[in-house]
């Protein structure tokens, strides 16, 4: 089992380009999410997916951000415009069921807009 | 609106210490609360808790919940270097489902 797997681990981007960040699930979970971390914040939930589903997308930040799950094994979370703002650590976690205490978290992405 | 509050938000200690974490929390409708360890990457489960009062251990770690006070306490003895990490604290909205993370406390064992 490889684990949540997220690309690219790093980026840099400069102010007003398009970002996309991707995350394939463990294979078999149910759930998806997208989190994003900073030092004043912490770990923010922005949207998840159940069946490949968008379930709630009430802490996406603005209409910048927009997530995809077009099948169970592949999603997307893009930021277009880019702003230095969006600067944090990008997680994507899935389990098998929303409640379920098995989240396992990728390894993060780390955006950089300058 | 469900928040969880953890503290210290820092904390310095020798090898060999004790320390205890702090979560409190305000849920409307609460399910269960997780303890999760994050070192330089991505956070990693240690606990569950639904119940009060009953004690969940792994080793030289173990936490505890009050449903009554809405706290949690996360205690780690006889610290290692290999401790140093940032805790973070999160439960389940029985409203919405969701996973909600407190600010983390983070932790630096010197040795």
């Known amino acids: 089992d490889a684990g949540v797997i997220q690309s690219p681990r790093h980026e840099v981007t400069e102010m007003g380009q398009e970002v996309t960040l991707r995350c394939k699930p463990i294979?078999?979970?149910?759930?998806l999410f997208w989190y994003r971390q900073t030092m004043m914040r912490g770990l923010e939930l922005l949207i998840y997916?159940?069946?490949?589903?968008?379930?709630?997308d009430s802490g996406m930040p603005e209409d910048r951000f927009s997530a995809k799950m077009p099948n169970a094994s592949f999603s997307t979370l893009k930021i277009q415009p880019s702003e230095p703002r969006d600067s944090a650590v990008y997680f994507c976690?899935?389990?098998?069921?929303?409640?379920?205490?098995?989240?396992?978290f990728g390894s993060g992405t780390r955006l950089t807009v300058v | 609106e469900d928040k969880v509050v953890q503290s210290p938000l820092s904390l310095v200690v020798h090898e060999g210490d004790t320390v205890t974490l702090n979560c409190s929390y305000e849920?409307?409708?609460?399910?269960?609360l997780l303890w999760y360890k994050q070192e330089k990457k991505a956070p990693t489960f240690l606990f569950m808790l639904?119940?009060?009062?009953i004690e969940k251990k792994s080793g030289r770690l173990s936490s505890i919940l009050d449903k009554k006070e809405l706290f949690s306490i996360l205690n780690i003895t006889a610290t290692q270097t290999g401790d140093s990490a940032i805790y973070l604290c999160?439960?389940?909205?029985?409203?919405?489902?969701?996973?909600?993370f407190g600010q983390g406390t983070t932790l630096q064992v010197k040795p």
């Open positions: 997916f159940n069946n490949n589903v968008p379930i709630d």
């Open positions: 849920v409307t409708n609460f399910r269960s």
């Open positions: 976690a899935s389990s098998l069921q929303v409640r379920d205490s098995g989240y396992t």
């Open positions: 294979s078999g979970h149910n759930s």
């Open positions: 999160a439960f389940f909205s029985g409203n919405t489902g969701k996973l909600i």
């Open positions: 639904t119940s009060s009062g």
